[in-house]
């Protein structure tokens, strides 16, 4: 018997990307998405200017999503959005429009959590690294997470350690800002980092208990490191950048390989699947790789284009969603903070 072709709508807008995707099952037809710019001048996402970017940007966003799937939208069964975490006034953006075209086209709604989509963005179809079985565990890393999850099943997820302070991607961004690097920083301190050696400057690994994170310690002390050493030669930034960067990254590395390694043993679970923006630098998916010949972990990296925030991840939970029926009324509201639990 034939399976029924589903048409997912999804719209992605938790930060500071506007996107939306059409997916046909769990195969994807389309995934654009609109980065805002504007934030770069300010160093970091202004959430007043996001909100009015998203208003500005989702009508034509999901206009050229259809048209690039090339299907009409009476075609579309479901629309999937995301609900949280994020920033409000992004998140308002989205749900607002979700819930009006939904009504329009008289189409059932998806609600889907942010962080759940990050992981279950490894059942989109035609990926490398196939998908996981479960149980498995997934590490989230982003600008504004870091979890350890352990998945039993696509809606039965449990946390097993997250930050209690800044989130890994921040470590990245905040450092490299200390450096006098533009904002994103965390790409460019992988990019530099290439070059240099990561056990030129060390730096402390904050001791914490369990499979919890803590990152804002290590930026206070490549603060302090960093005042120090240009108050005694003031080019030192200019004249040791790469091998800042790659020390800075080899320490945050290893910490969440650390974490990994602890949580493996812990479980006894040896598939691994990250995902979020961090999970895009090089030196955390050659840890991973490592780990496979080290440890004999399988390892599951999602393609760069499902890494950092994006549509597809969306349409794909929403796709699981829809076959469990699993809908959401026309009352549901944005959720800043939306907590990843066994309920999903």
Same mark, same amino acid.
């Given at each position: 018997?034939? #399976? ?8 992605? /807008?938790?930060? $500071? ?12 037809? /389309? *995934? ?37 799937? *090339?299907?009409? #939208? !009476?075609?579309? &069964? ?21 819930? %009006? ?27 490398? $690294? ?7 565990? =997934?590490?989230?890393? /982003?600008?504004?997470?870091?979890? +350890? ?43 530099? =980092? ?12 904050? !001791? ?7 990152? &804002?310690?290590?930026?206070? %002390? ?14 030192? +930034? ?23 390694? !602890? ?62 029926? =699993? ?18």
């Amino acid at each position: 018997m034939q #399976k029924e072709t589903i048409y997912i709508l999804a719209i992605e /807008s938790s930060c $500071d990307d506007t996107s939306a995707a059409v997916l046909q099952n769990k195969k994807v037809l /389309s *995934n654009i998405t609109a980065t805002q710019q504007i934030h770069e001048e300010y160093g970091g996402v202004v959430p007043e200017l996001a909100s009015r970017a998203h208003q500005q940007n989702i009508v034509p966003v999901v206009h050229q999503a259809l048209n690039k799937a *090339n299907i009409d #939208k !009476k075609l579309i &069964s479901a629309i999937a959005f995301t609900r949280g975490p994020g920033l409000m006034g992004s998140l308002l953006v989205g749900t607002s429009f979700a819930k %009006s075209l939904a009504l329009g086209l008289n189409v059932p709604l998806i609600e889907v959590n942010h962080m759940q989509a990050h992981i279950l963005a490894h059942f989109i179809e035609g990926q490398g $690294d196939g998908s996981p079985e479960f149980p498995f565990l =997934a590490m989230t890393i /982003s600008g504004g997470h870091t979890q +350890i999850v352990l998945v039993k099943d696509y809606f039965d997820m449990e946390i097993l350690g997250e930050t209690l302070d800044d989130a890994v991607g921040e470590a990245f961004d905040k450092s490299a800002k200390i450096l006098g690097l533009p904002y994103p920083g965390g790409p460019l301190i992988d990019k530099y =980092a290439k070059n240099g050696n990561p056990k030129a400057f060390p730096f402390p690994k904050p !001791k914490v208990e369990g499979l919890n994170f803590s990152f &804002s310690g290590l930026k206070t %002390s490549i603060l302090y490191f960093i005042q120090r050493e240009t108050a005694k030669n003031p080019d030192f +930034i200019e004249e040791n950048l790469a091998d800042i960067c790659a020390s800075i990254q080899s320490t945050i590395v290893g910490i969440l390989m650390d974490k990994l390694k !602890k949580a493996v043993k812990q479980t006894g679970i040896k598939r691994i699947a990250i995902g979020g923006g961090v999970s895009a630098n090089s030196e955390i998916r050659n840890s991973l790789k490592a780990g496979e010949r080290k440890w004999g972990w399988k390892t599951y990296i999602p393609k760069f284009e499902y890494c950092t925030d994006n549509a597809a991840m969306i349409g794909i939970v929403g796709y699981l969603k829809y076959e469990q029926n =699993a809908f959401t009324d026309q009352a549901v509201s944005a959720k800043a903070r939306y907590v990843l639990d066994d309920k999903g």
